[in-house]
DNA sequence: CCATATACCTAAGAATTTTAGGCAAAAATA
DNA sequence: TATTTTTGCCTAAAATTCTTAGGTATATGG
């Protein structure tokens, strides 16, 4: 990952849920809409991604179609049931990640 | 850390800004207060904290006093000037990836 | 007296990521 | 048209960071 190292431990949480929004994608696909939405910050690289794409479809979070898009293959990924079940445990716990963070590292902000 | 992975790259993050804000601590002491903080969530293992506070007086960014109270050692660490600098360039990529992950990951808000 | 809390530490292993490749088609550019 | 860049898949060795599982010893509370 380019600059910010912070993101580690949430690559499989940020590509459940880009998932579960834009329905299939494929792996190219996702590493440029990360990069997009991130100003370019979060650049996830290849070696991380495909291993993870591969556990998650083992771990039956995902499942996998393969295309040919003229004479290339092309592997679209769509979340599962249970993968839906996981990206809500995950999404709280990086809400409460993020709560967490906040008040450790913005300790001038008064709580209700 | 008990449950959640997701702060895996943020340990150093933590312990610069908590001793640039609390002034001296000791080890021991800051695994209790991320603890209390954290409603108990966050629960650094001794076996990443003291590594990391030797890497971290090894870099520069701490320094360290031992005292006796009693019979029994005490290391006081404390942030240098480099630390300082270094919890500034901690604290906006630590912003950043907040602001990225809400984006990522509540895409209904919308930005300016 | 004994268990728990305090207080330091290290080392092996696990998990996750980077680095550094490989292969090949399609598109852009020179 | 020739060459480079982008697209698109992949793996394996190394590095990083953390957990697990110890070790040592004093202080405290029951």
């Known amino acids: ?19 579960e929004e834009k329905g299939r994608m494929y792996g190219y696909q ?3 809409e990360v990069k997009a939405i ?10 991380a991604l ?11 979070m995902l499942t996998v179609e393969t295309e040919m898009i003229g ?8 979340i599962t049931h249970d993968g839906k079940k996981e990206v809500v445990d995950r999404m709280a716990e990086m809400e409460a990640f993020i709560r967490h963070m906040q008040t450790l590292l913005n ?4 709580l209700a």
Chains 1, 2 share one sequence.
Not at 107 to 110: A, G, V, W
């Open 107 to 110: 300790p001038n902000i008064e």
């Open 50 to 60: 495909y291993p993870m794409l591969h556990k998650l479809e083992a771990d039956g």
């Open 71 to 78: 004479n290339r293959m092309r592997k679209y990924y769509s």
């Open 30 to 32: 996702i590493t440029q």
């Open 38 to 47: 991130s100003a370019g910050e979060f650049v996830i690289t290849e070696g």
């Open 1 to 19: 990952m380019g600059s910010n190292q912070l993101y580690k431990g949430s690559l499989a949480t940020i590509i459940l849920k880009l998932l």
